[in-house]
Nanobody, 124 residues
Framework: QLQASGGGLVQAGGSLRLSCAYSGRRLSTYTVGWFRQAPGKEREFLSA????????NYADSVKGRSTISRDNAKNTVSLQIGSLEPEDTATYYC???????????????????WGQGTLVTVSS
């Protein structure tokens, strides 16, 4: 149902725009969030955006250098991340939930769907 894309190899200091596409009828039904998981580490919440796009939240690790947005007409949610560092290397996942962004942040298990992940590698 969810397809994440946009990952790749980028140099430190660069930026990427990740996209999450929904193959169902209406992505506007869901809050959508982004998570990442680096090898050997736990899954980390990054950002989420409400159904209408009027509410969003960010983890401290990406606050100030990332922007989440959505286009409900195109059934997509994007996450732009700048000032990338090698520590940002991870597989990035999108998730959709009926709950609010704050609930998704605190309870990833609330997600109805998860994308398959897209790998981001940041070289120094």
């Amino acid at each position: 149902q969810l397809q994440a894309s946009g990952g790749g190899l980028v140099q430190a200091g660069g930026s990427l725009r990740l996209s999450c596409a929904y193959s169902g009828r209406r992505l506007s039904t869901y809050t959508v969030g982004w998570f990442r998981q680096a090898p050997g580490k736990e899954r980390e919440f990054l950002s989420a955006i409400s159904r209408s796009g009027t509410g969003e939240n960010y983890a401290d690790s990406v606050k100030g250098r990332s922007t989440i947005s959505r286009d409900n007409a195109k059934n997509t949610v994007s996450l732009q991340i700048g000032s990338l560092e090698p520590e940002d290397t991870a597989t990035y996942y999108c998730a959709a939930t009926y709950a609010s962004p704050s609930v998704l942040k605190e309870s990833p298990q609330s997600a109805e769907y998860w994308g398959q992940g897209t790998l981001v590698t940041v070289s120094s």
